[in-house]
């Protein structure tokens, strides 16, 4: 089953802001070790590829299985309603591909950890 991944972030006015994350997917990409065949990344609202045009993208390259990836720190509306809306609509059009919604970043049991290690980065780097 050809597996594919989703990075959704909320999307800015600012264009730098977008590039980090395009910036931070292709970084995903480069360390998967082939765990998905393709990853891309969209946009809630402000920047484009939206949810439904990056869905889109990865079922037209072949996707049959897509984890959606919400790049968020809390269970705000965004996560709680708009992606998975988004997400249902992908899906109704596309029953033959199964497509699920990942837990959100701020759960994952290593954020404790990556934060204190990003804060040993910083303190190393001003000594």
């Known amino acids: 089953m050809k597996k594919s ?3 959704v972030a ?3 006015r600012r264009q730098a802001s977008n590039d980090e ?30 949810i ?19 790049y968020f720190l809390s269970a705000g509306r965004h996560v709680a309603e708009d992606i998975p809306e988004e997400v249902e609509g992908v899906q109704a059009a596309h029953p033959d591909v199964h497509i699920e919604i990942a837990p959100y970043l701020g759960t994952s049991e ?3 950890r990556l934060l204190l290690t990003m804060l040993g980065d910083s303190a190393a780097a001003s000594a």
């Not at 439904?52 to 959606?68: E, K, M, S």
């Open 5 to 7: 991944l989703l990075v």
């Open 10 to 12: 909320h999307g800015s």
């Open 21 to 50: 994350v395009r910036a931070l997917t292709e970084r995903v990409r480069a360390e998967s070790n082939e765990r998905f065949a393709a990853i891309e990344c969209a946009f809630l609202e402000l920047a484009e590829p939206s």
């Open 52 to 70: 439904p045009d990056g869905l889109a993208r990865l079922i037209a390259d072949g996707a049959a299985h897509i984890t959606v990836l919400p």
């Open 110 to 112: 290593v954020m404790p």
